[in-house]
């Protein structure tokens, strides 16, 4: 497999297995996308992991609630599965890859903008930190969340149209994982788009916002005390109990994620 420019390449063809099922989630224009992409043969593609439950991080089990939520305030109603189940992640740290500050050479502006969106993300990384074990990493081939300083790309709507102004998306790509001696697992990889021009506060409510989709959280939250409520407030909220509920949720789903694929009918 080659990683290039935040996208998963190889000799084998990428086929789409996801689609737009996001929409608004600022008032701005931020959208959550699943382009899951899996890395794959010309021929027979490989049959998919059977779907499973991972065992549940120690972070999250030790929050209110545990691993017994039956009776716990969430919005996991809200949450979208997905063809390969649910979006969590099972080896931990998980590597998150943020866009560096640009050197002198560049303008003060754009120097100034790029520190506070550099400053809101470590902020959003060790917030969510608590709940799930993340580690920064200088090297984006090595990350599973990159966050990329720019604007989100253009999408055409179901209508023809092009959308809203957007300030950020979140979407996911799918691929094989190989290491020495081991069947192949199926992998995910989330990329983040966040554009600069916000200000400090509005930037750390978007990093905060999707990241909580980059780690499982896909969907939102009807209530404005969430920080993956959908729309935007006038005074973002921290991460709440609610939202670390659904996360908790979540990770007591089955998903395909994580697990092998057969030796014999993964692609070398």
């Given at each position: 497999m080659?990683?290039?420019n935040g996208k998963v390449s190889s000799k084998w063809h990428l086929i789409k297995i996801g689609c737009f099922i996001g929409g608004i989630l600022f008032s701005l224009g931020l959208s959550l996308v699943s382009t899951g992409m899996l890395a794959q043969p010309t021929s027979q593609p490989p049959p998919l992991p059977v779907a499973a439950i991972h065992s549940m991080p120690p972070t999250l089990t030790q929050w209110k609630g545990g691993s017994n939520l039956s009776n716990s305030d969430n919005y996991f109603d809200q949450i979208q599965s997905t063809d390969i189940g649910y979006l969590v992640w099972s080896q931990f740290p998980i590597q998150v890859y943020r866009q560096p500050v640009p050197g002198k050479e560049a303008l003060p502006f754009d120097r100034q903008q790029a520190e506070q969106w550099w400053n809101a993300v470590n902020q959003a990384v060790e917030e969510w930190s608590m709940y799930l074990p993340c580690r920064v990493t200088e090297k984006p081939e090595q990350a599973d969340i990159l966050l990329w300083r720019s604007p989100p790309p253009m999408r055409l709507g179901s209508n023809g149209q092009l959308p809203r102004f957007r300030t950020a998306e979140t979407h996911y790509e799918l691929y094989l994982?190989?290491?020495?001696?081991?069947s192949p697992t199926l992998t995910h990889r989330m990329t983040i788009r966040i554009r600069p021009n916000q200000s400090p506060v509005y930037l750390l409510a978007t990093a905060r916002h999707e990241l909580g989709h980059a780690l499982g959280i896909w969907g939102h939250s009807l209530l404005e005390t969430d920080a993956l409520f959908f729309s935007q407030v006038r005074h973002p909220p921290a991460i709440s109990q609610r939202d670390v509920n659904t996360l908790i949720r979540i990770y007591q789903q089955p998903?395909?994620?994580?697990?092998s694929v057969p030796l014999s009918s993964a692609p070398q």
């Open positions: 080659v990683f290039n994982r190989h290491l020495p001696n081991q998903t395909r994620l994580g697990w």
